[in-house]
Nanobody
Framework: QVQLVESGGGLVQAGGSLRLSCVVS????????MGWFRQAPGKEREFVAS????????YYADSVKGRFTISSVVARNTLYLQMNRLKPEDTAVYSC??????????????????WGQGTQVTVSS
């Protein structure tokens, strides 16, 4: 089984930066999609960013494009989400996820088989 544990969340002011980490243990799937999702209070969980576990092409939601950067460091078994120029609307619980197949729509929650517990990110104005 694959296990994912997020960390790095916290309280920051608008315009600030935060880096989230997702430590992956167990079986991993090289080249298979890894992703970050978030869920704000009263809203549905939404896609944030994705990248193949072994690195490569990235994909971002329009709402975070240009501000967030997803990366994977296989040697450290860690997936990262660097968040810059944070806005109050970025406030949410952020979760990392791993897929066990390829050729899937990376923006869909149902494409991922393993999920972390989430880490809270709060951006104050």
């Amino acid at each position: 089984q694959v296990q994912l544990v997020e960390s790095g969340g916290g309280l920051v002011q608008a315009g600030g930066s935060l880096r989230l980490s997702c430590v992956v243990s167990g079986r991993t799937f090289s080249g298979y999609p890894m992703g970050w999702f978030r869920q704000a209070p009263g809203k549905e969980r939404e896609f944030v960013a994705s990248i193949p576990w072994s690195g490569g092409s990235t994909y971002y939601a329009d709402s975070v494009k240009g501000r967030f950067t997803i990366s994977s460091v296989v040697a450290r078994n860690t997936l990262y989400l660097q968040m810059n120029r944070l806005k109050p609307e970025d406030t949410a619980v952020y979760s990392c996820a791993a897929a066990s197949s390829r050729g899937i729509p990376v923006t869909m929650r149902t494409s991922y088989d393993y999920w972390g517990q989430g880490t809270q990110v709060t951006v104050s104005s």
